[in-house]
């Protein structure tokens, strides 16, 4: 059942417009510089970034120049493109995206890694390595490896091959990976011999369930991101990176009986389910045509979900196929995670493309009251050269210390950085792998956070020229 926009505006003026609804972590603040005014304005930025018992502290440079962290923390590099090589002998994949972790046999944790390679092998130094009977498209260069993690050793392997542009994903509740491809490259483009921008299954604990890969063409061909399940209801969310215009977010409803479990999904037909985009709209039942305009931390939009007329676009983009009035955008909308409850959604930054500018929000969906509410709010950064403020969110984890976790993909600096429940901001690790030159510095984005299983490990990417890294150290349950 939807909820309508009347139901909503009703529920919005019981409630104190709607802020009252607000999902389970309560309305995280913004980092510096931020659009609207929250929880931490009047405080100084020592204090929104790590100081008063927040964070962990300042970051201390590292002599290696990889990764600059708090003190008592080190890390450990995992995979390495064109160092470290795979069980067959043939080395490491680059551009190293997004990642999960599961619990592997005797301890082990494994880690389902994307490598975002579009375009035809020849394009890269290190493409997906095309193992027998893992390969999609003999002619694309992406896909994702599997990573076993012990104490004293770690084996990679092949999950996937032959995929385009395996950019973000997500875990499943039954213990696999969904790689998501950010493409819409079809047969005869770029030089690919099928057609791209599916979802693909891969279980990292069985590697005869991989072979013979099949796009979840349920689950519809456009410039996929993330996707997350809900665990109750069944329902798949998944985001799109695009523009001209913008992109959407959708939910799968899975048809009648349907029963999910590994493996299942890729037994689906093409038009299993129904596929639909999100609409929103505001306390008086206004429609909000995109995301940008939310412009406080604490806003909340009712959503209602509209069907996609052609979900394989075969003739048009899924998401050309809604005309401005029918359909609510948002720019970049790039990780997802699932926790508390609902969905977790990130929209990386808004710019001229963008009814209002930012650099970067976070939302939560949460499907029991079909809300969309506003918990990150970055505003744009004056100085992305300077190591200071946050921009660019990107991938994201729940952490079990309290909040989030969010890989940067800004501008100049990046990092990994916290948001707690109440709405500080705090330094993890800031890139100091310079891939530019002295005289013009550039450092990658970070992808692929998550944490090990036990809670103990915090995993993360540098994405150029890929290099899978372990942090640990002094954790804590992060305050207020």
Known sequence: MSLTRRDFARTSAITGAGVALAGSVGALASAPGALAATETDGTDTASAHGHHGVGYGPLLPDPDGILALPAGFTYRVITHSGRTTLESGEPTPSNHDGTAAFPGPRGATLLVNNHELKGPRTDWAYPVPLTEGLVYDPAASGGCTVVEVRRDHVAE??????????????STPWGTWLTCEETED????HGMTKDHGYVFEVDPADRRANRDPRPVKALGR?????????????????TEDASGPNGLLYRWTPPAGFRHGRGRLRTLADDAGVLQAFRCFDSGGRFVDDLSRATRTGTVYGVDWVDVPDRDARTSSVRKQFTDGQVTRARK????????????VVSSYARAESPVQHDGQVWFYDPARRTLTLKVLLGVNPDPSADGAFDGPDNI?????????????G?????????TDGGRTYPIARNELNIGTAEAPEYSEFTGVTFSPDGKTLFANIQEPGVMLAITGPWKRQKR
């Open 186 to 189: 079809k047969a005869g483009q």
């Open 157 to 170: 392997w092949v999950g996937i091959a032959g995929t385009s542009t395996n950019c973000a994903g997500g």
């Open 222 to 238: 456009y410039t996929h991101e993330a996707v997350v399940v809900d665990p109750r209801r069944g329902h798949l969310y998944l």
């Open 411 to 419: 501008e100049g600096v990046q990092h990994l950085f916290g948001a």
């Open 397 to 409: 984890t729940v952490s079990p210390y309290g909040g989030l976790v969010v890989a940067e993909d």
């Open 333 to 344: 909308l790039e990780g997802m995670w699932w926790g508390d409850g609902g969905a977790y």
